[in-house]
C-alpha cells in the first residue's frame, strides 16, 4: 500500500494529535514530510520531539512565507492545517491551488469572505477538504445521533443547548491569541463551531435564521476593576501580582511542551502564551445567547458561558413523540481530583463537587417513564473521538450510516451560526443565514 505524504501547517499544541497519529499508529498508510509555522523555535521542538520519541529523521522547516516553495519541494499529497483561525482560508486555498487536498482544524475559517474564498477555490480545483469534527465520533454523540434518527422521538420541534467552559478551560481563550476576535471570530466561532456542527447533525438541517446578544461580563480589565481588583499585569511570567492570581498561567521549569512552543519561542514572534485574563485589548465575548431556526422549522436557544466553575453541556430535544435529554460533565471542579469518589453519575460527593464520569443520555416518550440509554464507552481524547476521527482520516472507513466525516460544507454550516450571531451581535437585528454565501 503506497503511504499518503502530508505536511503539517501551524505547529501550536493542537498539531500534536496529527502529528503522533502519523508517526506511529497510522505510519503504515501515513508519512509526515515536513513542517510548516511562522516561528522557527516550535518547528524545531516537534522536531526534536518526533526524533526522540519515534526515532524520525529531521524534517525539513519552511517558514509560512515559503509555504508555496515547500509544496513545489516536498510535493505533498495532503496538507493539515492547525494554524491561527483566521489564516486557515489562506493555507487551504493555496494548497488546493497547488494541488493538495487538506485538512483542516475547526473552524474552517472566521468570516464570510474566506468562507466564500474557500468554496470558490474547491469548485474551481475540484481538490478535497476535511474539516475535523472530533465531536461526532464519540460514542455518546453517535448514541444521540442513533436515537434522533431511529424517529425514537419524532420530528424535533425544539432544542435547548447550555454549554459552560470553566475558570481553567473558559479562561484559556482569555490568554491566548484566540482574545483577538479577529483572530478567531470569538467563542461563537472558534469554540461553537463544534456544537453547531453536532446540531446540523443530529437533526439532519442548516440554520435558517439566527439571532444573538452577548457580550464580554466577566474577563477583562474594566470587569475586573467593578468587582474592586486594584491589582494588574499584562502577562504572569515573572510577575509578583500574577502569583497571587488564581486565574493566570505558571509554566514550569520542568513543562518541556510549554517552555518549547511558547516561552523559548518569544524571542522569534514576541506572542505571549500567559496574558492576563483581566488586561486590556480583549474583544470576544464570555456570555453569549444564540436563538437559531433550522431550515427544519425546529429552533434552539443555545447559551455559552466561559467563566463557570465546571465544565459540560445539555442538551436538550423535544419532538412530536417524546423527549431526548443529553447531560455531559467534563470537568467537575478545578481544585480537587475525583479519582477517590466512584459514585453515580450526575450526584454530588461528600464534598460537593459533581461527579459524571459517564455522559447520561434519557429518553422518555409520550406516556412512558424515564428510560437511561446504555451505549458503548469510548476510549481516549474527547471521549473516543479522537480515535475514531484519525481511523477516518488516515486509513478511511467503508461504511458509516452516520456520516460522520464532515466536508466543507458541514464546515461552512457550522461557522455560519457563529458568524451570523456575531452579525446579529453587533446590528442587533436577526440574520438570514442564506444570504451570506453562496455554495
Not at 23 to 41: P, Q, R
Not at 167 to 190: E, I, M, P, Q
Request: charge should be negative; include cysteine.
Amino acid at each position: 500500500m503506497s503511504k499518503k505524504r502530508y505536511v503539517q501547517v501551524g505547529t501550536g499544541g493542537r498539531c500534536e494529535m496529527y502529528l503522533n497519529a502519523i508517526c506511529k499508529d497510522y505510519k503504515d498508510t501515513a508519512e509526515l514530510v515536513g513542517l510548516c509555522d511562522s516561528n522557527s523555535i516550535r518547528m524545531q521542538y516537534w522536531n526534536d520531539y518526533l526524533q526522540k520519541t519515534y526515532g524520525i529523521a529531521a524534517l525539513p522547516m519552511y517558514k509560512a512565507h515559503d509555504f508555496d516553495k515547500m509544496i513545489e519541494e516536498i510535493k505533498p499529497d495532503v496538507v493539515i492545517v492547525t494554524s491561527m483561525d483566521r489564516t486557515h482560508h489562506k493555507y487551504i486555498c493555496r494548497a488546493m491551488e497547488l494541488g493538495c487536498d487538506v485538512i483542516s482544524e475547526k473552524p474552517m475559517t472566521v468570516d464570510t469572505e474566506k468562507c466564500q474564498q474557500i468554496i470558490d477555490t474547491i469548485k474551481e480545483t475540484g481538490k478535497h477538504l476535511t474539516v475535523t469534527f472530533n465531536y461526532r465520533y464519540t460514542p455518546h454523540n453517535t448514541k444521540v445521533k442513533e436515537i434522533i434518527q431511529s424517529g425514537a422521538i419524532g420530528e424535533i420541534t425544539s432544542i435547548h443547548f447550555e454549554w459552560l467552559l470553566d475558570t481553567c478551560h473558559g479562561a484559556d481563550y482569555f490568554r491566548r491569541w484566540h482574545r483577538n476576535k479577529n483572530n478567531s471570530g470569538g467563542l461563537l466561532v472558534h469554540k461553537a463551531t463544534h456544537h453547531f456542527d453536532l446540531i446540523n447533525w443530529w437533526i439532519e438541517s442548516y440554520p435558517e435564521t439566527v439571532f444573538a446578544m452577548g457580550d464580554l461580563k466577566f474577563y477583562g480589565k474594566e470587569n475586573a476593576e467593578k468587582r474592586g481588583v486594584t491589582e494588574f499585569y499584562s502577562r504572569a511570567r515573572d510577575n509578583e501580582a500574577a502569583a497571587k492570581d488564581p486565574f493566570a498561567l505558571h509554566v514550569k521549569d520542568t513543562d518541556e511542551r510549554l517552555l518549547g512552543l511558547y516561552y523559548n519561542a518569544e524571542k522569534e514572534d514576541g506572542y505571549f502564551r500567559d496574558q492576563s485574563v483581566f488586561g486590556d485589548g480583549i474583544s470576544i465575548e464570555d456570555n453569549m445567547g444564540v436563538i437559531v431556526r433550522y431550515q427544519n422549522k425546529a429552533i434552539m436557544t443555545y447559551s455559552l458561558n466561559a467563566h463557570c466553575p465546571y465544565e459540560g453541556y445539555r442538551v436538550c430535544f423535544n419532538g412530536t413523540k417524546g423527549r431526548l435529554e443529553f447531560n455531559m460533565v467534563e470537568s467537575a471542579h478545578q481544585a480537587g481530583a475525583l479519582a477517590d469518589f466512584n459514585e453515580a453519575p450526575g450526584h454530588l460527593d461528600t464534598r460537593g463537587y459533581r461527579v459524571a464520569p459517564v455522559p447520561s443520555i434519557i429518553l422518555q416518550k409520550h406516556w412512558s417513564v424515564a428510560e437511561e440509554i446504555t451505549y458503548e464507552k469510548g476510549v481516549g481524547g474527547h471521549g473516543g473521538g479522537d480515535v475514531r476521527l484519525l481511523d477516518d482520516l488516515f486509513i478511511g472507513v467503508k461504511e458509516d450510516p452516520y456520516h460522520h466525516a464532515a466536508d466543507y460544507r458541514d464546515g461552512a454550516k457550522s461557522i455560519l451560526t457563529g458568524i451570523a450571531a456575531n452579525i446579529a451581535i453587533k446590528s442587533g437585528q436577526p440574520v438570514d443565514v442564506s444570504k451570506l454565501i453562496k455554495f
